[in-house]
Protein backbone atom coordinates (compact mmCIF):
# COMPACT_ATOMS: atom_id res chain seq x y z
CA UNK A 1 0.00 0.00 0.00
CA UNK A 2 1.30 3.65 -1.08
CA UNK A 3 0.16 6.79 0.94
CA UNK A 4 0.38 9.65 -0.85
CA UNK A 5 0.58 13.33 0.78
CA UNK A 6 -0.12 16.52 -0.60
CA UNK A 7 0.66 20.01 -0.28
CA UNK A 8 0.24 23.37 -1.39
CA UNK A 9 -2.83 23.81 -3.05
CA UNK A 10 -5.08 26.81 -1.91
CA UNK A 11 -6.13 30.24 -2.91
CA UNK A 12 -4.36 32.65 -6.05
CA UNK A 13 -5.51 34.87 -8.18
CA UNK A 14 -5.52 34.54 -11.68
CA UNK A 15 -1.79 34.87 -13.22
CA UNK A 16 -0.54 33.50 -10.55
CA UNK A 17 1.49 30.94 -9.96
CA UNK A 18 1.35 27.62 -7.11
CA UNK A 19 3.58 25.17 -6.42
CA UNK A 20 2.09 21.12 -5.53
CA UNK A 21 3.70 18.32 -3.75
CA UNK A 22 3.32 14.55 -3.39
CA UNK A 23 5.36 12.47 -1.28
CA UNK A 24 4.90 8.11 -2.21
CA UNK A 25 5.38 7.09 2.00
CA UNK A 26 7.07 3.66 0.40
CA UNK A 27 10.00 5.38 -1.06
CA UNK A 28 10.70 4.90 -4.98
CA UNK A 29 11.25 1.48 -5.32
CA UNK A 30 8.44 -0.09 -7.79
CA UNK A 31 7.08 3.40 -8.82
CA UNK A 32 7.04 4.54 -12.27
CA UNK A 33 4.66 6.59 -13.28
CA UNK A 34 3.85 9.76 -11.10
CA UNK A 35 1.26 12.22 -12.12
CA UNK A 36 -1.72 14.95 -11.51
CA UNK A 37 -5.29 14.82 -12.31
CA UNK A 38 -7.68 17.17 -11.43
CA UNK A 39 -11.51 17.51 -11.04
CA UNK A 40 -13.23 20.05 -11.23
CA UNK A 41 -17.26 20.60 -9.60
CA UNK A 42 -19.60 19.03 -12.53
CA UNK A 43 -16.81 17.31 -14.58
CA UNK A 44 -14.84 14.40 -14.72
CA UNK A 45 -11.18 13.77 -13.73
CA UNK A 46 -9.15 14.67 -16.00
CA UNK A 47 -4.98 14.54 -16.40
CA UNK A 48 -3.24 17.48 -16.06
CA UNK A 49 0.48 15.87 -16.02
CA UNK A 50 2.78 12.52 -16.00
CA UNK A 51 6.09 11.53 -15.47
CA UNK A 52 7.94 8.62 -15.57
CA UNK A 53 11.20 7.16 -13.72
CA UNK A 54 13.16 8.34 -16.94
CA UNK A 55 11.87 11.55 -16.83
CA UNK A 56 9.58 11.55 -19.73
CA UNK A 57 6.66 14.31 -19.38
CA UNK A 58 2.98 14.37 -20.84
CA UNK A 59 0.86 17.32 -20.49
CA UNK A 60 -2.73 18.44 -21.33
CA UNK A 61 -3.22 20.04 -23.69
CA UNK A 62 -4.46 22.99 -21.58
CA UNK A 63 -1.70 23.32 -19.81
CA UNK A 64 1.37 23.04 -22.24
CA UNK A 65 3.11 25.92 -21.54
CA UNK A 66 2.17 26.83 -18.39
CA UNK A 67 2.07 24.10 -15.84
CA UNK A 68 5.56 21.95 -14.99
CA UNK A 69 5.96 18.42 -13.79
CA UNK A 70 9.15 17.33 -12.24
CA UNK A 71 9.98 14.38 -9.82
CA UNK A 72 13.45 13.82 -7.11
CA UNK A 73 13.59 9.80 -6.98
CA UNK A 74 15.50 10.03 -3.89
CA UNK A 75 12.54 12.03 -2.05
CA UNK A 76 9.79 9.62 -3.67
CA UNK A 77 8.21 13.68 -4.53
CA UNK A 78 6.62 14.55 -7.75
CA UNK A 79 6.31 18.66 -7.98
CA UNK A 80 3.74 20.30 -10.25
CA UNK A 81 4.87 24.09 -10.80
CA UNK A 82 1.87 26.03 -11.74
CA UNK A 83 1.90 29.28 -13.42
CA UNK A 84 -0.26 31.62 -15.59
CA UNK A 85 -3.00 30.48 -13.63
CA UNK A 86 -7.19 30.83 -15.08
CA UNK A 87 -10.07 30.44 -13.25
CA UNK A 88 -10.74 27.15 -15.36
CA UNK A 89 -7.97 25.81 -13.71
CA UNK A 90 -9.92 25.72 -10.52
CA UNK A 91 -10.00 22.19 -9.24
CA UNK A 92 -9.17 19.71 -6.92
CA UNK A 93 -5.78 18.12 -7.61
CA UNK A 94 -4.97 14.37 -7.02
CA UNK A 95 -1.64 12.76 -6.87
CA UNK A 96 -1.27 9.24 -8.48
CA UNK A 97 1.52 7.11 -8.88
CA UNK A 98 1.53 3.77 -10.55
CA UNK A 99 4.01 1.07 -8.39
CA UNK A 100 4.10 -2.57 -10.07
CA UNK A 101 0.90 -1.52 -12.21
CA UNK A 102 -1.18 -0.49 -9.55
CA UNK A 103 -2.76 3.01 -9.39
CA UNK A 104 -2.76 4.78 -5.76
CA UNK A 105 -4.28 8.42 -5.25
CA UNK A 106 -3.96 10.90 -2.87
CA UNK A 107 -6.69 12.91 -0.77
CA UNK A 108 -6.31 16.25 -3.25
CA UNK A 109 -5.91 19.48 -2.57
CA UNK A 110 -8.26 22.33 -3.45
CA UNK A 111 -6.67 24.85 -5.94
CA UNK A 112 -8.90 28.11 -6.30
CA UNK A 113 -8.30 30.63 -8.84
CA UNK A 114 -10.07 33.67 -8.46
CA UNK A 115 -9.88 37.29 -7.91
Known amino acids: QVQLVESGGGLVQPGGSLRLSCAASTGIFGINVMGWYRQAPGKERELVAN???????NYAESVKGRFTISRVNAKSTVYLQMSSLKPEDTAVYYC?????????WGEGTLVTVSS
Open 51 to 57: ITREGST
Open 96 to 104: NVVRFGIHY
